[in-house]
């Protein structure tokens, strides 16, 4: 049995590598880089304007939750368990070197999660009749690049669903909680129960119970529902990690320029010996940017589908409000924990993976504060940001599925089922199979949405500019005449592939 899933392990791994070679890196980064030329470094420029955004709903637009609901919706699949344990895996896999390739796919991706945001809500589509929304990579590829392109709407569509049920949404967060979990209340085993002929703890069958129990009493009531716990729990858990870090970090003060130090140096492979240099900085370079996207999800195409269903009527507006979401999980969050595990050298412990390493990394750090409580925290953080993660994704799923079977609402109520067995499972499969298949995933997934994002960048670039030309010469935004998305659908799509720039974003959706 260990042979066979040997074979099967090392098959994953092979086509991971593959597809996260170095084209995809090259497409992820060329398109961040692209648009941040393009425009202009708004990800740097208007930060200010869009952290003031974030917390200030705006009125009168359409749409089923407000803009704080659609980001913290966004963020709920977003800071999960990739700022625990993705990072971790990163570090230990790829050496400190990956947190700098995590930073600078997030500096550039916040040009990309910008673009995502605003193209969601120019190309939703919005049922008059019911107020449901439907938005995001699958139509802006539809509606965008033109109905011969559908087909690349359908494939993003198809992944996106497999995200949700078989990487990011399910086991990998059920997988990282259930481990947390039977490590600070069973670390030894020693109650177990035999399921398929392996043992497992009694706390990992009872919380992975517990958990589809409570995701199926959240996913079954849609989106609002979602949204709502979402906005009450997020915020919360994000305070309290990032506290919890900074006593960490500001109590070990001395170690914070040679943990930097440290993190450059392998970022460019100095720490290698000569000839392994350039294997160590692709290897950096490939974990990195993989759970850095892993983790902030930009380019990957989730967050615009939540972005989609904000109350808005400025599809740049919400590209500012959905690029805060990039800067949180990684300039912030996944940052915390990197320093912390640089910092005191948990990544070089042998044997330890996933959520221990981060624990031994606090535990070590907070000398002054009992193991058991170090433990619990993370425990928390970890199930609260992993449990978050996983409706998230169930939404994302759904809406993806929504549109790749023609609006069958029948399909997406036994994928909520089925999403909700996955959820069960997760905790029974290893940590190195689940967060190898997520990763494969969100490389299928994003390959469509990157090609999408640099075809409409003349879209993006126009409507950009056309909302701080008319911001500047009202000298306020709630002075600013409406620009209703969805107002015209009857203007055929525009082929930006075909189209000059001067002419890209004419069409108002």
Same mark, same amino acid.
């Given at each position: 049995?260990?042979?066979?899933?040997?074979?099967?392990?090392?098959?994953?791994?092979?086509?991971?590598?593959?597809?996260?070679?170095?084209?995809?890196?090259?497409?992820?980064?060329?398109?961040?880089?692209?648009?941040?030329?393009?425009?202009?470094?708004?990800?740097?420029?208007?930060?200010?304007?869009?952290?003031?955004?974030?917390?200030?709903?705006?009125?009168?637009?359409?749409?089923?939750?407000?803009?704080?609901?659609?980001?913290?919706?966004?963020?709920?699949?977003?800071?999960?368990?990739?700022?625990?344990?993705?990072?971790?895996? &990163?570090?230990?896999?790829?050496?400190?070197?990956?947190?700098?390739?995590?930073?600078?796919?997030?500096?550039?991706?916040? &040009?990309?999660?910008?673009?995502?945001?605003?193209?969601?809500?120019?190309?939703?589509?919005?049922?008059?009749?019911?107020?449901?929304?439907?938005?995001?990579?699958?139509?802006?590829?539809?509606?965008?690049?033109?109905?011969? +392109?559908?087909?690349?709407?359908?494939?993003?569509?198809?992944?996106?669903?497999?995200?949700?049920?078989?990487?990011?949404?399910?086991?990998?967060?059920?997988?990282?909680?259930?481990?947390?979990?039977?490590?600070?209340?069973?670390?030894?085993?020693?109650?177990?129960?035999?399921?398929?002929?392996?043992?497992?703890?009694?706390?990992?069958?009872?919380?992975?119970?517990?958990?589809?129990?409570?995701?199926?009493?959240?996913?079954?009531?849609?989106?609002?529902?979602?949204?709502?716990?979402?906005?009450?729990?997020?915020?919360?858990?994000?305070?309290?990690?990032?506290?919890?870090?900074?006593?960490?970090?500001?109590?070990?003060?001395?170690?914070?320029?040679?943990?930097?130090?440290?993190?450059?140096?392998?970022?460019?492979?100095?720490?290698?010996?000569?000839?392994?240099?350039?294997?160590?900085?692709?290897?950096?370079?490939?974990?990195?940017?993989?759970?850095?996207?892993?983790?902030?999800?930009?380019?990957?195409?989730?967050?615009?589908?939540? &972005?989609?269903?904000?109350?808005?009527?400025?599809?740049?507006?919400?590209?500012?409000?959905?690029?805060?979401?990039?800067?949180?999980?990684?300039?912030?969050?996944?940052?915390?924990?990197?320093?912390?595990?640089?910092?005191?050298?948990?990544?070089?412990?042998?044997?330890?993976?996933?959520?221990?390493?981060?624990?031994?990394?606090?535990?070590?750090?907070?000398?002054?504060?009992?193991?058991?409580?170090?433990?619990?925290?993370?425990?928390?953080?970890?199930?609260?940001?992993?449990?978050?993660?996983?409706?998230? +994704?169930?939404?994302?799923?759904?809406?993806?599925?929504?549109?790749?079977?023609?609006?069958?609402?029948?399909?997406?109520?036994?994928?909520? +089922?089925?999403?909700?067995?996955?959820?069960?499972?997760?905790?029974?499969?290893?940590?190195?199979?689940? +967060?190898?298949?997520?990763?494969?995933?969100?490389?299928?997934?994003?390959?469509?949405?990157?090609?999408?994002?640099?075809?409409?960048?003349?879209?993006?670039?126009?409507?950009?500019?056309?909302?701080?030309?008319?911001?500047?010469?009202?000298?306020?935004?709630?002075?600013?005449?409406?620009?209703?998305?969805?107002?015209?659908?009857?203007?055929?799509?525009?082929?930006?592939?075909?189209?000059?720039?001067?002419?890209?974003?004419?069409?108002?959706?």
């Amino acid at each position: 049995m260990e042979g066979f899933f040997g074979v099967i392990n090392d098959a994953l791994v092979a086509i991971d590598d593959f597809i996260w070679g170095i084209p995809l890196m090259v497409l992820i980064l060329f398109g961040g880089i692209l648009l941040t030329v393009r425009l202009r470094g708004v990800q740097f420029r208007q930060l200010p304007r869009a952290l003031r955004y974030m917390i200030k709903n705006e009125t009168g637009g359409e749409g089923e939750v407000t803009s704080f609901g659609a980001l913290c919706t966004a963020l709920s699949a977003t800071i999960g368990t990739g700022n625990i344990v993705g990072v971790a895996t &990163a570090i230990v896999t790829g050496g400190p070197g990956a947190l700098f390739w995590m930073w600078l796919a997030a500096l550039f991706g916040m &040009a990309t999660k910008f673009s995502e945001g605003l193209l969601a809500v120019k190309f939703r589509s919005i049922d008059k009749k019911t107020g449901h929304v439907l938005g995001g990579p699958f139509y802006y590829i539809e509606r965008g690049m033109g109905m011969k +392109w559908r087909w690349l709407a359908k494939i993003f569509a198809f992944f996106g669903m497999c995200v949700g049920l078989f990487g990011i949404g399910t086991f990998t967060q059920v997988n990282s909680i259930s481990t947390a979990i039977t490590g600070f209340f069973d670390p030894e085993k020693n109650i177990t129960v035999n399921l398929l002929g392996m043992d497992y703890s009694i706390f990992t069958v009872i919380g992975s119970l517990v958990l589809a129990v409570l995701v199926g009493l959240v996913v079954i009531g849609g989106l609002k529902r979602i949204a709502k716990v979402s906005e009450r729990v997020i915020p919360a858990m994000v305070v309290l990690y990032v506290g919890f870090s900074l006593v960490l970090i500001c109590t070990n003060l001395d170690k914070v320029p040679a943990a930097f130090v440290t993190i450059f140096q392998s970022a460019f492979g100095l720490q290698a010996a000569a000839g392994g240099m350039l294997g160590a900085i692709i290897v950096a370079m490939q974990k990195g940017i993989a759970r850095g996207i892993f983790s902030n999800e930009a380019g990957l195409g989730s967050a615009p589908i939540a &972005a989609a269903a904000a109350q808005t009527k400025e599809p740049v507006r919400q590209g500012l409000v959905s690029m805060t979401g990039t800067f949180l999980d990684t300039i912030v969050v996944c940052t915390m924990t990197g320093l912390a595990l640089v910092m005191t050298g948990a990544y070089q412990i042998p044997g330890l993976e996933g959520a221990a390493v981060t624990t031994a990394a606090f535990q070590a750090g907070l000398p002054f504060i009992p193991g058991q409580v170090v433990s619990f925290v993370l425990m928390a953080c970890l199930v609260l940001f992993g449990f978050t993660t996983i409706l998230g +994704w169930d939404y994302y799923g759904e809406r993806c599925l929504e549109y790749f079977s023609n609006g069958s609402m029948k399909a997406v109520k036994v994928y909520r +089922w089925l999403y909700i067995a996955a959820v069960f499972i997760g905790p029974y499969m290893t940590v190195a199979a689940v +967060w190898t298949i997520a990763d494969i995933f969100n490389g299928l997934m994003a390959l469509p949405n990157m090609v999408a994002l640099i075809a409409l960048s003349g879209v993006v670039v126009k409507e950009t500019r056309d909302y701080f030309d008319r911001l500047k010469a009202a000298g306020t935004e709630d002075a600013m005449a409406p620009h209703l998305p969805g107002d015209n659908w009857d203007i055929p799509p525009i082929d930006p592939l075909n189209t000059p720039d001067s002419e890209l974003g004419t069409a108002r959706g």
